[in-house]
């Protein structure tokens, strides 16, 4: 079983390797006046980690709203 798993992770890096390297044409992103330049692998990372912090925190703060709304019904 070791070894699947080492096989899963080898694949998954490479996958994110071949990404990477076939992706490296540059995107701007514009918001008012500002505008920033990355590579359209990283700005792919970084939308993907922003949406799993903001995502978490979403579901967090739902969570307290509905234990709220429970605690004041009783």
Known sequence: MRYLYIALIVAFASAVAMFKFQNL???TVTL????LTLPMSILVL???VLGMLTGGFVL???RIWIQGAKGRAE
């Open 32 to 35: 008012w006046s500002m505008s």
């Open 60 to 62: 967090a703060l739902l």
């Open 46 to 48: 970084l939308v993907y």
């Open 25 to 27: 044409e540059a995107a």
